[in-house]
């Protein structure tokens, strides 16, 4: 039978999204609904003197109007995390008068209509007492720390193995550099947003923009006091995420309180300018990188020493050391973190965390390198291609990087590259090559699926999950199918509703793995059970079969000695004496990542042109080649891919929030001036990928693709505008005044 | 947003009546700036007189050049065929402006009342904004201002005019022509925006109460030698770092015989220095000659700490705007 995994599947949602069928967090409408609109600080650190709110709330179709005075009750702190818990945040919920950062909910205001809670939250006058901030790496290095845990995995805080003293000292050509990321903020398409109603005072339903609808229920009843049971979130579709969905920030909770309190259902839905501050970004990176080779290229040692920022009551970091520890073999390898505390909103997990800003720092200093050594970049990483994790002193789990070095480079016509800096010109325009190395860990957590034969023959799968715009109802349709033996067609597969099987936050690259083995698990599951129950019935042609003997392809059951002998699941369905039969399954990853350090890997190779007298960089054409296990539908794995090599470019040539130091605050709030690319500045993009098998991730052998296709491609871009340029710009974003 | 009273007048006079008798009253266009900074709360007006119905939506040949009434989209202008042929620096600049989306809500006359940009104008959280709150400073001064003015800024605002069409229209002379409660007048472009000065809260010399009602574009036979560049940070949904509108015309043995230039991006309007467009007459359309006029252009030229790079990069967009324009002359 033909796999339905792998396949191009058309998206099964497709139709509703691009008809407005599908019905994200804020679309959602209820009979008596009220609006909310947080009014956010506009200083960066001090205390709220005074909140007036009688202009507010004489306001035509104002009903309430929230703020620390109203003394609105928790069941525990907000800044109670439970350190089990990744995702959870110190939130700002109204508790005191303390401004800890620019736009942090200081007032909420609920209204009628949306347009009367705008009026009533810029009517409602906040007076301040400011205290000078701090935002920049340079005012708080005095007080950086070195933490003792990174975010995400929760690598340690330093690594060290050799001597990078000693490995230096045995170096011909050596290279020390600085390499500065800015501030990013995420920025999906849909903003956050929530809708909260009451049913009594014990029973909650969300409608939450997240992408984690179980992180979202605990933190939310753990604040409220609530039995987890009794709150329900609901988040079918999410337009978008990007890591900053992920934890539960505060305005999903201020959401909540203000329904409590006003007794009818409420929507809050942020702002755009809102989504710079509350609810994450990432850190600004300050990556200092040595490195020392032999004269053939051979690294002897390899350091990097980064700098990032938190806030100033949490703990988030972003762990950018990490591709240092491992992409290449180098035996004399020590990296740091230290993180200074800033007057910001907390960052958090954006595509990526670490490794996107890692990768850029470390494949710009190894071109450097390679250009030091008059190597060609490509050989050089070659020279250093790491054999196994020498940090975790493991095994890959699978490896294909040298083929996708070699397909990528053949497809992008490496080979032809002339490496002399300014020697591809035509006319006013410089034209540069350039290659970034691109890795992300395969992770998996715990999840569980359920799949079930109703007697009209249709199947139903369903587990928690999120869509946030990879293809999860897609993919999970296609596993399941497979894992049955049945059309892809015949599977209904539903999602974002905490009351389906429990699974993990749609991040780090993990739902595949992790959700998708559950339901490739459960479906076999329900398999067995067809199989099984088809064998005892003497209603049956299979009837007396043994259950091994028992092919299921294409929704029938055929005995393999006697193939004329078959039966539909239709058939078999219909025949059922209970509504339905189902397999509940949980699954969970095993020691694997004990034995073997699971890692995806990838080369990007960019071609820019540059105005060289205007400085205007446009990327011509970017191949990125991917090894990432098993690829599960390859239209929604090349769109995923793309997106991510998309944002490399974002993060080479664009994104940066920029702050005024002296107040705190972001000055490029809004999609006008913090830019992202649009269709005019991306040229063609190819995405290939490798036919991996890894056997040792989890059972469907996928490894994850959200994220892999950020890393490596910002690089790759930058070293493309050295090539083009001659210009060496280690600070990003590269604009055009770093060129002139 | 602060609830407001709306009119659709039907006659240009019924509109001017209608703006007399209500105070803080706005005329809306496409409303492409203006619902943008009500929304933001930078402009509060009691009433919305939409003059979007207004008999003044037409391109016709008027007087050896063309009218463009105040009303006609910005995108239609860009494709008409009049202006396409005979002004086809006003046709780019359009294109080179804000998004399709946007352009086709764009109007002329709106278009020219966009208010200058800057952070710290659009957001009225900001404390310190002469243009907003007169007297209560600038934030942007010592601030962020990778955006803002090198030419003619006060110590009072730095703050950029971000269109791209008011520059093509100030290199071409444009006549802009207005109705008003004392009848109509006209003023060339030139003397329709203002530098800040102590004044920045005003953008253009438009009495209170006068109507757009069209732009001419005198007649020029020699405009079919024009260019429009627009330098930014992205190639759509971008404000010009720089943008230069150049027309050139050339004798027939080549020397530059007529050239008209403007600026985007430097000031607090469209830049223009009549007196520095004379020293590429009869020179040869070269490096040389687009160096003097630069500098000429870029006479007093104060940067701040994010745009010191606009100074050269002013330089290399004349050198090139020219090169382009010269070509085509």
């Not at chain 1, 720092?361 to 071109?367: G, K, P, Q, S, W």
């Not at chain 2, 008999?55 to 008409?80: F, K, Q």
């Not at chain 2, 942007?140 to 703050?159: E, F, K, P, V, W």
């Not at chain 2, 027309?247 to 020397?255: A, E, K, M």
């Amino acid at each position: 039978m033909p796999s339905a995994i792998g396949e191009p599947l058309d998206r099964v949602d497709g139709r509703a999204k691009v008809t407005g069928g599908a019905v994200y967090s804020a679309e959602n409408n209820l009979p008596g609904m009220t609006y909310a609109v947080m009014v956010t600080s506009t200083i960066a650190k001090g205390r709220v003197a005074s909140i007036d709110s009688a202009a507010a709330r004489r306001a035509p179709g104002i009903i309430a109007v929230l703020t620390h005075e109203s003394k609105l009750k928790l069941a525990k702190s907000p800044d109670d995390i439970s350190p089990d818990s990744a995702a959870d945040r110190r939130l700002q919920l109204l508790q005191n008068d303390r401004v800890l950062y620019a736009g942090q909910p200081v007032a909420v205001v609920v209204a009628e209509t949306l347009e009367a809670a705008q009026e009533g939250a810029r009517l409602a006058q906040v007076r301040y007492g400011p205290e000078t901030p701090s935002v920049s790496v340079d005012a708080s290095l005095a007080g950086a720390f070195i933490p003792e845990r990174l975010s995400g995995a929760g690598d340690p805080g330093r690594s060290s193995r050799g001597d990078v003293q000693a490995g230096m000292s045995q170096a011909s050509t050596r290279l020390e550099q600085v390499y500065t990321t800015p501030f990013q903020v995420h920025n999906p398409m849909e903003p956050h947003a929530t809708v909260a109603v009451w049913d009594g005072p014990d029973g909650l339903t969300l409608y939450d923009a997240t992408q984690g609808i179980f992180g979202a229920r605990k933190r939310v009843a753990g604040l409220l006091g609530l039995a987890v049971e009794n709150v329900r979130v609901l988040s079918p579709y999410v337009g978008g995420g990007f890591g900053s969905k992920g934890p539960t920030w505060s305005h999903v909770l201020l959401c909540a309180m203000a329904a409590r309190e006003v007794r009818r259902p409420v929507k809050l839905v942020l702002a755009r300018p809102q989504m710079f501050g509350p609810i994450g970004c990432r850190s600004e990176t300050r990556q200092s990188i040595a490195i020392g080779a032999k004269p053939d290229g051979t690294l002897t040692a390899l350091k990097n020493d980064v700098v990032t920022h938190t806030s100033s009551f949490d703990d988030f970091v972003e762990p950018a050391s990490t591709p240092t520890r491992k992409l290449y073999s180098v035996p004399n390898n020590s990296t740091t973190q230290r993180v200074v505390r800033s007057d910001i909103g907390t960052p958090s997990y954006m595509r990526a965390p670490g490794e996107a800003p890692g990768t850029f720092a470390l494949e710009v200093a190894m071109d450097e390198l390679a250009y030091a050594l008059t190597m060609d970049p490509l050989a050089l990483r070659l020279k250093n291609y790491a054999e196994q994790d020498e940090d975790g002193q493991k095994p890959w789990s699978a490896k294909s990087l040298r083929e996708c070095y070699r397909m990528g480079a053949e497809r992008f016509g490496w080979a032809k590259r002339s490496p002399e800096p300014g020697s591809m010109r035509d006319g006013h325009t410089l034209i540069g090559w350039g290659l970034g190395t691109a890795m992300y860990p395969a992770r998996r957590s715990p999840a569980s699926a359920r799949a079930r034969l109703n007697r009209d023959g249709s199947i139903q799968v369903e587990a928690g999950t999120q869509e946030i715009g990879g293809g999860t109802y897609t993919t999970m349709t296609q596993i399941a199918a497979d894992g049955i033996g049945v059309e892809p067609s015949r599977v209904i597969f539903r999602l974002g509703d905490t009351q389906f099987p429990p699974t993990p936050v749609s991040g780090g690259s993990m739902t595949t793995a992790s959700t998708g083995s559950a339901v490739y698990l459960a479906a076999r599951a329900l398999r067995d059970t067809i199989i099984q129950r088809a064998v005892v019935d003497r209603n049956s042609l299979l009837y007396g079969a043994k259950p091994a003997q028992i092919a299921f392809e294409n929704g029938r059951l055929s005995r393999s000695d006697r193939p004329g002998q078959m039966e539909t699941i239709q058939h078999f369905a219909a025949g059922l004496g209970e509504p339905y039969i189902e397999a509940i399954v949980n699954a969970a990853p095993g020691q694997e990542k004990e034995e073997f350090s699971p890692m995806s890997f990838g080369a990007q190779f960019a071609e820019v042109r540059v105005d060289a007298d205007l400085g205007q960089v446009f990327v011509s054409r970017m191949v990125g080649a991917f090894g990432a296990g098993r690829i599960i539908n390859a239209k929604t794995a090349r769109s995923n891919f793309m997106g991510g090599m998309v944002w490399g470019v974002s993060f080479a040539l664009y994104e940066h929030a920029v702050y005024d130091e002296r107040l705190g605050r972001i000055v490029n709030n809004n999609l006008a001036e913090y830019h992202v690319p649009v269709n005019a500045d991306i040229g063609d993009i190819d995405v290939i990928w490798v036919d991996e098998a890894d056997h040792h991730v989890d059972p469907i052998g996928a490894k994850g693709i959200g994220e892999i296709g950020i890393t490596g491609s910002a690089a790759a871009v930058a070293n493309a505008v050295f090539h083009a340029t001659g210009k060496r710009v280690r600070d990003l974003p590269i604009t055009l005044d770093k060129l002139l | 947003m602060k609830a407001f009273a709306y009119a659709r007048p039907s006659t240009t006079d019924e509109a001017i009546a209608t703006f007399s008798s209500s105070s803080g009253a706005k005329f809306l266009g496409g409303g492409t700036n203006l619902i943008d900074l009500m929304k933001m709360g930078v402009e509060q007006p009691s009433t919305l007189i939409d003059i979007t119905r207004l008999p003044l939506a037409t391109i016709e040949e008027h007087a050896g050049g063309i009218r463009i009434g105040a009303m006609v989209r910005n995108s239609t202008v860009a494709e008409h065929p009049l202006v396409r042929d005979r002004y086809p620096v006003l046709s780019q600049a359009i294109l080179a402006g804000a998004s399709p989306q946007l352009r086709n809500m764009a109007t002329i006359g709106g278009n020219l009342m966009q208010r200058t940009r800057c952070s710290y104008f659009y957001d009225p959280t900001y404390a310190h904004c002469n243009k907003r709150l007169p007297g209560s400073g600038c934030d942007a001064i010592d601030g962020y201002n990778r955006m803002h003015a090198i030419l003619g800024a006060s110590d009072q605002c730095i703050a950029t005019n971000p269109g791209d069409m008011a520059v093509a229209l100030m290199a071409l002379d444009a006549r802009i022509q207005v109705l008003g409660p004392q009848g109509p007048r006209s003023r060339l472009a030139g003397d329709f925006f203002r530098l800040p000065g102590d004044t920045p809260n005003i953008d253009t010399n438009l009495r209170p109460g006068e109507l757009i009602t069209a732009v001419d574009l005198p007649p020029i036979d020699w405009a079919t030698g024009g260019h429009y560049l627009k330098v930014r940070d992205r190639n759509s949904y971008a404000f010009a770092l720089i943008s230069v509108a150049a027309v050139v015309g050339l004798d027939s043995n080549g020397s530059i015989r007529r050239a008209q230039l403007a600026l985007g991006g430097v000031a607090h309007m469209p830049w223009r220095v009549p007196d520095a467009e004379r020293v590429l007459i009869g020179q040869t359309p070269g490096d040389g000659a687009f160096r003097d006029v630069a500098e000429a252009l870029l006479k007093g030229a104060k940067p701040y700490a994010h745009n010191r790079f606009k100074v050269e990069l002013v330089r290399r967009s004349i050198a090139r705007a020219l090169e382009a324009a010269s070509t085509r002359a």
